[in-house]
């Protein structure tokens, strides 16, 4: 059995420390108070097989608080209280300076947390250690010097999640849509080096790769570009090949028609989009961002965004470039073509394209081939949106956060150069769980806990009040979100609506569950889920109201967190069937991942929540190898698009360097009762010696995930 040190090294469980620590305290109280060398025995054996039975490695933390109850248990409150004070000290020690250990950790890479944290961050290579160290530094001071006390304690005791306090000691914000359009048409600044309007294409697909490496080192979020933007380049290096096939033609003396010069000027420019295409793809996998890892960046595909026309027909070859490239994959080093995590594609599903016949269905096409053996693009119907979206379609920031319907002072729509200021996510689960089943009890909690989460939110808010525009040079000046004045701060741009601040929830389903009794899915129980997201919307227009900010409602994109949350509601509530009993609790308003459904069932019924979940969502359906069944791929894009507004398909793509084994990757126990990935061929175990690729909460992760995330992963089932 293994446990978890505060530093977040992993070792294992040694019952002599739990023996010593009892000795010690009962060493301090009168002969006549002290518990027996049996009864210190009982203790250790007990938590011992306590500890056993979790289905986690258990933290330094969890054993002393079950060492704790088992003393009070045996009314020897002189000893309870001499270990408790012991531990109070020794917790005094830690807080003077709380980081040491932990960024020891991470330098020998003993930190099992922080390995399994992100699952698209190597934490052996040096910027990614980089990045946790200061990580760790800006959340020590976040907790003892930023942070409200509250707030410090719900995050930590998991009723809340203060998201990215490893980032909050700067002034810097979650994500953006890139107005990739001002800096491509207007010029840009990158490093203090002006760039002008690119004369080609492929020099505005340079630009936008060297955009997104700068934009993503200035926040620590996602960021989304749309392939429109870069859409009118096309013609601009069409005009350019005509005008050099011309002159090429003239100078060797040989005959030519205006008909030739467009045929060969085509050509070279169905070149160009394939190499600029390229450098998308291989800029953003093979570029490494300060925070060490590559730049999460989504790439949007929506034909109807430009006029028809020309523009148009040149945005459908990027688009199908695009997809061919993906379709293809990226060479891993013993080039093998794999599945990359980034960019993220999101394909928009519209009239002329989602059903057989239409103009574009041969791109759809493509696009459901690409997902069926790389698992993008997700899907956005452009009909569902724009119902729910005042006549807008639009992308989302990074994995799945949608900013506001937003009118400028024109009255003009605007969405790109728009960003997210930070999350803070409520725990559905603990409120449930906190309420003891009593529904007007329920209700009262919630409150207090959205009023805990509204305080939290506005810390973020004043975190980035007062910003100076030169924090971010090309994020604040120079077109990215803005074109501010050297000096001049970012506040107008967090009122009003220009930016988001955004409500996470999670857990929906356990917390309908331990309330009802029943899934959400149920029609019994699916009026009261339903209620509870409208709640959460009404408190996020009644915060609007209060502060002028556009507080939106936002399907939490738990990755780490809900391994947390999960072991925070057992030590609080214990093992409660159907909620509290696995190590992990369910994203946002999804279907519990055990839940046996078919895949048109459950985006009918996630589609209802999706509508009350504003400022972000995303739906998906586990699939299994749908490589020879695009016909079933296409079934699942239309009902999609008639729908839902935004969903992806979970298929499975992984790749053994041992074996050369490219089926599924199997999730089983090792001998301590560990989830590891294991070839199926071969029994490979080494994580450094596989190719994983597995959506982990609206995007691809490939760098493996935490135990609860893990198991959350081997419970799917298949929804087709």
């Given at each position: ?297 989504t790439v949007f595909m929506y034909l109807n965004e430009v006029e028809d026309g020309q523009t148009r027909d040149d945005l459908a070859l990027i688009i199908e470039e695009m ?391 081997q419970d799917r089932v298949m929804h087709l």
């Amino acid at each position: 059995m293994k446990i978890i040190k505060r530093s977040g090294t992993e070792v294992g469980f040694d019952i002599t420390k739990i023996i010593s620590a009892v000795e010690r305290a009962n060493n301090e109280v009168p002969e006549k108070d002290r518990l027996t060398k049996d009864q210190i025995r009982e203790i250790s054996s007990n938590v011992t097989d306590k500890c056993l039975r979790t289905n986690h490695s258990v933290s330094v933390e969890e054993i002393q608080d079950l060492v704790e109850n088992q003393i009070m248990d045996r009314k020897a409150f002189n000893v309870a209280r001499k270990y408790v004070t012991y531990r109070y000290k020794r917790a005094l020690v830690r807080k003077a300076n709380s980081t040491d250990d932990r960024i020891l950790s991470l330098i020998e890479c003993d930190n099992e947390e922080v390995k399994q944290e992100n699952s698209n961050k190597n934490p052996i290579v040096n910027s990614v250690q980089r990045d946790y160290m200061a990580g760790e530094v800006s959340k020590d001071i976040t907790r003892r010097l930023l942070l409200p006390e509250d707030i410090v304690r719900a995050h930590e005791e998991g009723i809340i999640h203060f998201h990215d306090a490893d980032y909050f000691a700067q002034h810097m914000h979650n994500c953006c849509l890139v107005n990739l359009e001002d800096m491509l048409q207007n010029g840009t600044v990158i490093s203090e080096t002006m760039i002008e309007r690119p004369k080609s294409f492929s020099t505005a697909c340079n630009i936008a790769t060297q955009a997104i490496a700068q934009i993503a080192s200035s926040q620590y979020g996602g960021q989304s570009i749309t392939l429109s933007h870069l859409a009118p380049f096309v013609d601009v290096s069409r005009q350019k090949f005509r005008r050099i096939v011309k002159s090429e033609f003239e100078e060797a003396g040989l005959p030519l028609t205006e008909e030739k010069v467009n045929e060969i000027a085509e050509m070279r420019v169905k070149e160009e989009i394939q190499r600029g295409v390229q450098t998308i793809q291989y800029q953003v996998i093979t570029l490494m961002t300060t925070n060490g890892q590559a730049p999460f960046v989504t790439v949007f595909m929506y034909l109807n965004e430009v006029e028809d026309g020309q523009t148009r027909d040149d945005l459908a070859l990027i688009i199908e470039e695009m997809l061919k490239q993906r379709l293809l994959g990226v060479k891993n080093e013993k080039g093998v073509y794999i599945t990359p995590a980034f960019p993220k594609l999101i394909y928009v599903l519209e009239e002329d394209n989602v059903r057989e016949g239409s103009r574009y269905w041969h791109i759809t096409k493509l696009a459901a081939e690409c997902t069926a053996k790389r698992m993008v693009p997700d899907y956005i119907s452009e009909k569902v949106m724009k119902q729910c979206k005042d006549g807008n379609c639009y992308p989302c920031m990074g994995c799945r956060s949608f900013p506001t319907v937003y009118k400028d002072e024109n009255g003009k729509y605007k969405f790109y150069g728009r960003f997210n200021q930070g999350v803070v996510t409520i725990n559905l689960v603990d409120a449930a769980c906190s309420s003891g089943g009593d529904m007007e009890k329920f209700w009262t909690i919630l409150d207090e806990r959205l009023a805990l989460c509204k305080k939290a939110l506005m810390c973020r808010h004043e975190r980035l009040k007062g910003t100076p525009s030169d924090v971010a040079p090309i994020l604040w000046q120079h077109g990215a979100l803005a074109r501010l004045k050297k000096g001049e701060t970012i506040d107008k741009l967090l009122y009003n609506g220009y930016s988001t601040i955004s409500l996470g929830y999670a857990g929906l389903y356990e917390c309908t569950k331990y309330m009802t009794g029943k899934s959400h899915t149920d029609p019994v129980a699916q009026p009261f889920a339903l209620e509870v997201m409208q709640h959460l919307n009404d408190a996020c227009a009644k915060w609007k109201k209060e502060e002028n900010i556009d507080f939106s409602l936002y399907g939490t994109p738990m990755e780490s967190t809900t391994y947390k949350f999960a072991k925070c509601l057992q030590k609080r509530f214990g093992i409660i069937k159907g909620v509290t009993d696995k190590n992990y609790i369910t994203n946002s308003y999804h279907v519990h991942v055990t839940e046996e459904i078919d895949a048109f069932s459950k985006l009918s019924i996630e589609s209802q929540f999706q509508k009350l979940s504003p400022g972000g969502a995303v739906s998906y359906v586990e699939v299994p190898d749908m490589k020879h069944n695009i016909e079933a791929v296409l079934a699942v894009m239309e009902h999609i698009y008639d729908n839902i507004i935004y969903a992806e398909l979970n298929t499975k793509s992984d790749y053994c360097q041992v074996c050369g084994y490219d089926g599924e990757i199997q999730i089983v126990k090792d001998e301590h009762g560990k989830l590891v990935w294991e070839c199926p061929e071969c029994g490979n175990r080494d994580q450094d010696k596989m190719n994983v690729a597995r959506r982990t909460c609206g995007y691809i992760g490939t760098q493996f995930w935490n135990q609860g995330r893990t198991q959350e992963i081997q419970d799917r089932v298949m929804h087709l």
